[in-house]
T-cell receptor, first 113, second 112 residues
């Protein structure tokens, strides 16, 4: 595997379910990001991790819980979501103190029923 | 506050025609500048980036962009569009942090 991978690619869940999104990067980067992309809205940065430490939380509701066990893996744990949380969730990675270039995964298409 | 503006939400061109997608930014210093492309249901792929030096930057898939400091612009161009270029295009600004600020995107439609 190369680049940034995300699993699953598609997820349908009910409002009472608990699920997790997984992101893995094979680029040796130390910064990882979660973005939310909704239809007809700008790309929203949710969380930033640098060297496994969370450095940014953009007022994301607590029903989204990130976890970064190491620099290569990033999770987004989901519970009691709302239908408006349906979106494409993108993971990205970069090298801190580098040129800001971010490498994106293919995304997870989440549908909340 | 820093911002990125892509004034064109949707552009339609004929295959073979030239293309220019506009991007303006608001930032005190010269930032890092990026153009990304996103096909439906996919992640973002980097087309090109500018840090310093030559203000005309060449990217993948025949795209280029020109940084104009006086206009705070970084417009994306392609001399002849192919049907496979239909996608959404995002301009982004990198600040002195590890964050990027993205524009709202321009959706490109290509007619045969």
């Amino acid at each position: 595997e190369t680049g940034v991978t995300q699993t699953p690619r598609h997820l349908v869940m009910g409002m009472t379910n608990k699920k997790s999104l997984k992101c893995e990067q094979h680029l040796g980067h130390n910064a990882m990001y979660w973005y939310k992309q909704s239809a007809k809205k700008p790309l929203e940065l949710m969380f930033v991790y640098n060297f496994k430490e969370q450095t940014e939380n953009n007022s994301v509701p607590s029903r989204f819980s990130p976890e970064c066990p190491n620099s290569s893996h990033l999770f987004l744990h989901l519970h009691t979501l709302q239908p408006e949380d349906s979106a494409l969730y993108l993971c990205a990675s970069s090298q801190p103190q580098g040129d800001n270039e971010q490498f994106f995964g293919p995304g997870t298409r989440l549908t909340v029923l | 506050a820093q911002s990125v503006t892509q004034p064109d939400i949707h552009i339609t061109v004929s295959e073979g025609a030239s293309l220019e997608l506009r991007c303006n930014y608001s930032y005190g210093a010269t930032p890092y500048l990026f153009w990304y492309v996103q096909s439906p249901g996919q992640g973002l792929q980097l087309l090109l980036k500018y840090f310093s030096g030559d203000t005309l930057v060449q990217g993948i898939k025949g795209f280029e962009a020109e940084f104009k400091r006086s206009q705070s612009s970084f417009n994306l161009r392609k001399p002849s569009v192919h049907w496979s270029d239909a996608a959404e295009y995002f301009c982004a600004v990198g600040l002195n942090t590890d964050k990027l600020i993205f524009g709202t995107g321009t959706r490109l439609q290509v007619f045969p």
